[in-house]
């Protein structure tokens, strides 16, 4: 019912940047809040950053300072701009939300298909 289309993974080199979109599209009542998600092999899922629909942001330690979420919320669409890139950011990059898609209706989280980032050292 929510689909999450994200764009912008890639190889880069150390010190590089990427900048990571995503947009939700579907039976949308409500979205809040929006978020990336990483997952490197051999590592559980860990939050990158989340913003919410009224510009609350969160960031996990290990990107504070380097990673700038943002949101579009008239195109249901974030960005992660993704600067000074380490090797250790190498992971599989999921979009979240938490959507409910009427009224009265339970709030689902709602991931995308993921997009690979790899630095190289």
């Known amino acids: 019912q929510v689909q999450l289309v994200e764009s912008g993974g890639g190889l880069v080199e150390a010190g590089g940047s990427l900048r990571l979109s995503c947009a939700a599209s579907g039976r949308i009542f409500s979205i809040n809040p929006m978020g990336w998600y990483r997952q490197a092999p051999g590592n559980q899922r860990e939050l990158v950053a989340d913003?919410?629909?009224?510009?609350?942001?969160n960031y996990a330690d290990s990107v504070k300072g380097r990673f700038t979420i943002s949101g579009d919320n008239a195109k249901n669409t974030i960005y992660l701009q993704m600067n000074s890139l380490k090797p250790e950011d190498t992971a599989v990059y999921y979009c979240?939300?938490?959507?409910?898609?009427?009224?009265?209706?339970?709030?689902?989280?709602?991931w995308g298909q993921g997009t690979q980032v790899t630095v190289s050292s």
């Open positions: 913003i919410t629909t009224s510009g609350i942001t």
């Open positions: 979240a939300v938490d959507a409910r898609t009427r009224l009265v209706g339970p709030r689902m989280r709602y």
